[in-house]
């Protein structure tokens, strides 16, 4: 008898640690479809058919909590309950009770919709794990058995288990569900301010054939006349009548060049640039080419450190870029002395650094970053010509050309201005070279 009860008691140890060994890899499954259902509709629709196959239940239920009321997030078998997101009053069941409480009772204190469907299922008692995280109810697991009374400790402990399960997966689903919707709305606006973008840089655009034409013609006709005076009346305006026409043309003159500027740096900002290897001798040149008879007339002395490497670059654009800067150091001169300016280039890391360094005024330090703002001089036309786009110009081009640019400088020593481009076929460091040499 003593052998019989052991054996017995040994089958049924057995059977109880299979059964736990089934009930755990249901729950392992159950918990690996929870956290990889993509919505919360698919992450209820997964709970509710696993919950039916590890839980010895006729029927199941979830549901959501949504502001201070709950509605039904699903249920099976499909077609005994009302539809998914149809209201559910609150009751005592999921009132007050914390998440690692399973309340279980008869049908008569359920809602109507959950009796309804109860009853259609043959159900006869409910088990409720309400559902709470961090002590903010989520919702509640509902599972409806055949037999009265409560279920054993076994099957509350797994719908226990079950609900805990749920949620979790039910507040990630909603933050991911809510992280869409964010993305969506975030993509949209984008899209919106893209196209309103697109609209502004079309009336830009509109603005700058405006200002080519309209702004152009009248000054046009302004020097036209003044030509035209100094060549047939000069004699009978006088020494002051001639130099105020002198002064009309000068500023006509700057007026244009000021245009001319304007235009081209809008340009820059929207035109399509085709960046490919560049070399970068061949834009130095067309720089000193393009400069030449101011380099006469200065008497400056430009020394260019070749060999030169090629860069990654728009070569009209570089080209336009290294005019700029080389006409900077020609202009910005110590009175009395003829211009000295050097151009370098060294390969680093990945990038090319291009520099242009002068023996001119310099620039005090609290300048070195407004002078590459539009509009921006630091000395008077009279003084030092030019428009205050030039910089601008050279920071915008650098930048579309997807590279980077800024300036040295020791006031009344000089100024060495640089600029870094990617050299093609190297993978540039995200540090590049260092800026500050």
């Known amino acids: 008898m003593l052998a019989y009860g052991l054996v017995g008691r040994e089958a049924r140890a057995r059977r109880a640690l299979e059964r736990a060994t089934t009930r755990l890899e249901a729950l392992h499954e159950l918990d690996a479809a929870i956290l990889g259902s993509r919505s919360v509709e698919e992450l209820v629709g997964v709970a509710v058919e696993r919950c039916r196959t590890i839980v010895p239940c006729v029927g199941v239920s ?24 149809s209201p559910v009053p609150t009751w005592d069941a999921i009132r007050g009770h ?40 989520v919702g509640a697991l509902v599972t409806f058995f055949r037999a009265l009374g409560a279920p054993d400790g076994e099957t509350l402990a797994v719908v226990r288990e ?25 993509e949209r606006r984008v899209e919106e301010r893209t196209a309103e973008l697109r609209s502004l840089n079309e009336e830009l655009e509109a603005f700058a054939a405006a200002a080519s034409h309209d702004l152009r013609a009248p000054l046009r006709a302004i020097v036209g006349f003044a030509r035209a005076l100094e060549e047939d009346h000069a004699e009978d305006l006088g020494e002051g009548g001639r130099e105020h026409l002198g002064r009309i043309l000068r500023a006509a003159e700057r007026m244009d060049t000021l245009i001319t500027d304007v235009l081209a740096y809008s340009r820059m900002a ?73 151009i370098a280039a060294t390969q680093t890391n990945g990038w090319v650094k291009v520099s242009v360094s002068d023996e001119g005024i310099g620039i005090a330090p609290e300048h070195l970053e407004r002078i590459f703002r539009p509009f921006e001089r630091l000395h008077g036309a009279e003084t030092y010509p030019g428009t205050g786009f030039g910089l601008a ?12 640019c800024g300036v040295v400088s020791e006031l009344g020593r000089g100024s060495t201005f640089w600029l870094e481009l990617p050299a093609p076929g190297a993978e540039a460091t995200e540090a590049g070279s260092d800026a500050a040499t």
């Not at 979830?62 to 997101?85: D, I, K, Q, S």
């Not at 080419?289 to 670059?313: F, H, K, N």
């Open 62 to 85: 979830v549901l959501r909590r949504v502001g201070e009321a709950y509605e039904l997030a699903g249920a099976e078998p499909a077609g005994r309950f009302p539809p998914r997101g």
């Open 393 to 404: 110009i050279v920071r915008r081009a650098v930048e579309r050309m997807g590279g980077r």
């Open 162 to 186: 079950i609900g805990t399960q749920l949620t979790v997966g039910l507040v990630q689903a909603e933050l991911r569900q809510e992280l869409e919707r964010r993305a969506e709305e975030l």
């Open 270 to 342: 929207r035109a399509e640039l085709l960046v490919e290897p560049v070399p970068l001798e061949r834009a130095v040149e067309e720089a000193l080419d393009t400069l030449a008879a101011e380099i006469r007339r200065t008497g400056a002395r430009v020394e260019v450190g070749r060999p030169l490497p090629r860069v990654m670059a728009h070569a009209a654009t570089l080209a336009r870029v290294l005019t700029n800067l080389l006409s900077n150091a020609l202009t910005f001169t110590k009175p009395g002395e003829s211009p000295s300016v050097r």
């Open 98 to 137: 914390g998440g690692d409480d399973v309340v279980v009772g008869d049908l008569e204190g359920l809602p109507a919709p959950l009796r309804e469907g109860a009853i259609r299922c043959g159900a006869r008692s409910v088990a409720v794990a309400p559902m709470e995280l961090d002590g903010q109810p």
